[in-house]
């Protein structure tokens, strides 16, 4: 199981994970397609969004395996009651989400004091913990030298190790025509 890639940020992420798990160890980019194409061959549903895929592998039952975004993993094995298991890659995508405050969002209620503070306190080594018991992998590596049995170590690699930048991929694999497009076609 995974979600659509074309419409779910984990589904990109996903894809992006398959096919750098090729390339990045030295394999072509023509063994890549091969390896996501028959990915794709054994996905039976594309739901649209990361939470619709938990649905359905973990609830519903359907599909052998899902690839998620790490934190979503943890929460699946505590919802399934035991019943899946986290299997870790030995290389993954590396997943960045950005944070960020809207300057006209914080003028208007005037909360940078709190934008800033909040900002900050992400980085210190309390606010990694939260982030480490939350399942998230934590960016210091102490911390996440303590949760070393949620987060294990993986190579992980940027977008830029598969193409030039974020807009370049989407361009790339995700767009109308690009290479996603190419082999999957709808189930019908």
């Known amino acids: 199981m995974t979600p659509n890639?074309?419409?779910s940020g984990n589904g990109?992420?996903?894809?992006?994970a398959a096919w750098g798990s090729i390339t990045q160890r030295g394999?072509?980019?023509?063994?890549?397609?091969?390896?996501?194409?028959?990915?794709?061959?054994?996905?039976?549903v594309l739901d649209l969004g990361a939470r619709g895929s938990t649905t359905t592998f973990v609830q519903k039952k359907i599909g052998d395996v899902h690839l998620?975004?790490?934190?979503?993993?943890?929460l699946e094995v505590q919802e399934a009651g035991g019943?899946?298991?986290?299997v870790n890659p030995p290389i993954s995508f590396l997943a960045e989400p950005p944070v960020t405050w809207v300057d006209a969002n914080v003028k208007r209620k005037h909360t940078e004091a709190a934008a800033k503070a909040y900002l900050?306190?992400?980085?210190?080594?309390?606010?990694?913990?939260?982030?480490?018991?939350?399942?998230?992998?934590?960016?210091n590596p102490a911390v996440r030298q303590r949760y070393s049995a949620e987060f294990p170590d993986i190579?992980?690699?940027?977008?830029?190790?598969?193409?030039?930048?974020?807009?370049?991929?989407?361009?790339?694999?995700?767009?109308?025509?690009?290479?996603?497009?190419?082999?999957?076609?709808?189930?019908?």
Do not use: M
């Open 5 to 7: 890639p074309k419409t």
């Open 120 to 139: 900050e306190f992400l980085y210190t080594d309390e606010g990694q913990a939260i982030i480490a018991k939350n399942f998230y992998r934590p960016i």
């Open 27 to 44: 394999g072509s980019e023509a063994e890549a397609l091969e390896f996501v194409k028959k990915l794709y061959e054994h996905v039976p």
């Open 68 to 74: 998620a975004w790490e934190n979503e993993a943890h």
């Open 155 to 188: 190579k992980l690699f940027p977008v830029t190790a598969i193409a030039k930048s974020w807009d370049d991929a989407y361009v790339k694999f995700f767009n109308d025509g690009g290479l996603f497009d190419t082999f999957y076609k709808p189930k019908r």
């Open 12 to 16: 990109k992420v996903s894809f992006l």
């Open 83 to 86: 019943e899946v298991e986290i």
